[in-house]
Each structure stands twice: as structure tokens, then as C-alpha cells.
């Protein structure tokens, strides 16, 4: 069965800082995944995907991805944080089969202080 | 906005009734998800329909029922509400060709539904 882990609940990181949040998969075939940000009492906001090509992801709001086949994880990274980058990151392996079912990691809160 | 439309936002209810919760998609989207979001189960998949055919079930109640209408807005209805019921409850939808899609989804602003 399809799994996504995100070892890290919370993630902290000084304004300016590179950020990472990681994020391991677990797939039958080839992996899809996504990454989705989530602001207070909102809905979740599609930040980028790997389908297939390069390992490296770019994004939305500066953000990027590295997919690592070996390791088995699609870390999310920002060069550098912003205040407002302060949110709830899930990551998300579509599921196998013909459905677009999207199975989410449990969530990592980044804050980034001042 | 993803376009992604949901109603009602907030949703008082009490243990026993029953509720609707609908979906417009985004235009011209033929896929729409339904996903339950709460703090001890995170956030999980429950329904997908496609072009108003059921097309992949996740582990929704037999409480819980869903439907995809000819215009393409979908509903959410739940029923003998129980107080672990209350969550927040996101639609999203996604466009393609097929059910399998790789397109992202965008999802909608949700409905808080609070059982007391």
C-alpha cells in the first residue's frame, strides 16, 4: 500500500534561513507526490508535484522539492524563510490505480520566527 | 481561491441528525474528492466521484454517502451523526481526462462540522 511519512511535527527556522521538511515515501510503481501548505482555517493551497523527469521540483512561492529515488523521500526546501511561510506542509503520494486518491503524511507545522 | 467552492462554512449540529454538505467544482473539473480532516486521524481520503460515476472509496462510514450531480457539483451526507464525526470536511476537485489523473487537486475552504 502506498504510505507517506513526515518524520518531523514541527520545524523551526530563523527568518531568512534555509528551510527543509522532509517527507519518505512508500509505493508499489512509480511514485507521484505532492506537496500542499495549509494556513489557518483554510483549505489547502497545491504548492508543486514530481511526475516523472527532473529530480528537482520547483514551485510555488520559491519552493522546491528534491526527489530522491534511492532514499525514497521528496524533501520540501526554500532558501531562505519568510515569516509568512509559517504553516501546516503535508506531503501526498497519489494512490495506485486508476483514481487520483491523494494518501497524506500527517503533517508538519514550520514556523519561522523573526 | 482555488475555485473550489463549499457551503455551509461552519455546521452545529447534534448527535443523531443529519447533514449535507455540497461541492461546486472548479469549472470545468469532473473529478471531485472528499477528504475528512481531524486532529487523531489526520487528514483522510473518503470518496472520489468522476463525471457523476463513483470511482474509488477510502474508509468511509456506511453512515456517509456522496453523490456527483449532472452539473457536476457534488454533496456529502452524513447521517446518525456521531460526536467523533466532527472534523473539518474538504472537497477538492481536479481536471483530466481520466479518474487517474496526475493533476494536482485544488481543494475548497471546507466545512467545519461541530456534533455536540
Known amino acids: 500500500a502506498q504510505s507517506v511519512a513526515q518524520p518531523e511535527d514541527q520545524v523551526n527556522v530563523a527568518e531568512g534561513n534555509p528551510l527543509t521538511v522532509k517527507c519518505t515515501y512508500s509505493v508499489s510503481g512509480n511514485p507521484y507526490l505532492f506537496w500542499y501548505v495549509q494556513y489557518p482555517n483554510r483549505g489547502l493551497q497545491f504548492l508543486l508535484k514530481?511526475?516523472?523527469?527532473?529530480?528537482l521540483v520547483k514551485g510555488s512561492y520559491g519552493f522546491e522539492a528534491e526527489f530522491n529515488k534511492s532514499q525514497t523521500s521528496f524533501h520540501l526546501k526554500k532558501p531562505s524563510a519568510l515569516v509568512s511561510d509559517s504553516a501546516l506542509y503535508f506531503c501526498?503520494?497519489?494512490?495506485?490505480?486508476?483514481?487520483?486518491?491523494?494518501?497524506f503524511g500527517q503533517g508538519t507545522t514550520l514556523q519561522v520566527k523573526p | 481561491d482555488s475555485g473550489v467552492t463549499q457551503t455551509p462554512k461552519h455546521l452545529i449540529t447534534a448527535t443523531g441528525q443529519r447533514v449535507t454538505l455540497r461541492c461546486s467544482p472548479r469549472s470545468g473539473d469532473l473529478s471531485v474528492y472528499w477528504y475528512q480532516q481531524s486532529l487523531d486521524q489526520g487528514l483522510q481520503f473518503l470518496i472520489q466521484?468522476?463525471?457523476?460515476?463513483?470511482?474509488a472509496k477510502g474508509n468511509i462510514l456506511e453512515r456517509f454517502s456522496a453523490q456527483q450531480f449532472p452539473d457536476l457539483h457534488s454533496e456529502l451526507n452524513l447521517s446518525s451523526l456521531e460526536l467523533g464525526d466532527s472534523a473539518l470536511y474538504f472537497c477538492?476537485?481536479?481536471?483530466?481526462?481520466?479518474?487517474?489523473?496526475?493533476?494536482?487537486?485544488?481543494f475548497g475552504p471546507g466545512t467545519r462540522l461541530t456534533v455536540l
Open positions: 466521484y468522476y463525471n457523476g460515476e463513483e470511482r
Open positions: 501526498a503520494v497519489r494512490d495506485a490505480g486508476n483514481t487520483g486518491k491523494l494518501i
Open positions: 514530481y511526475i516523472t523527469g527532473d529530480n
Open positions: 477538492a476537485s481536479s481536471g483530466g481526462r481520466t479518474s487517474g489523473s496526475y493533476n494536482e487537486q485544488f
